[in-house]
Nanobody, 124 residues
Framework: QVHLVESGGGLVQAGGSLRLSCAAS????????MGWFRQAPGKEREFVAA????????YYAGSVKGRFTISRDNAKNTVYLQMNSLKPEDTAVYYC?????????????????WGQGTQVTVSS
């Protein structure tokens, strides 16, 4: 069984940066795509970014493309989300998740294991 634990969230001013980490315990981390999603109060969970198991293929939501970067270190069983030029509308709980397969997907039903989430708050 794989467990995911996010960290790195916090309060930051608009224009600032944060790096989120998602540490996986257990087996079979490196064989799967990983994704980041977020959920703001009163809104549905939305896709943010995803990465293939080799790290060679990434995909971003239009709202974060050019500002966020997803990466992974399979030797450390960790996936990262570097967030730059943060905006107040980026405020949400951020979740990492493991995909069903190696293929990068953008819908939450394509992911089967989720972390508990980490809060990101961007002040204006």
């Amino acid at each position: 069984q794989v467990h995911l634990v996010e960290s790195g969230g916090g309060l930051v001013q608009a224009g600032g940066s944060l790096r989120l980490s998602c540490a996986a315990s257990g087996r079979t981390f490196s064989s799967y795509a990983m994704g980041w999603f977020r959920q703001a109060p009163g809104k549905e969970r939305e896709f943010v970014a995803a990465i293939s198991w080799t790290g060679g293929n990434t995909y971003y939501a239009g709202s974060v493309k050019g500002r966020f970067t997803i990466s992974r270190d399979n030797a450390k069983n960790t996936v990262y989300l570097q967030m730059n030029s943060l905006k107040p509308e980026d405020t949400a709980v951020y979740y990492c998740a493991r995909g069903h397969t190696n293929v990068v997907r953008t819908t939450f039903d394509e992911y089967d294991i989720w972390g508990q989430g980490t809060q990101v708050t961007v002040s204006s």
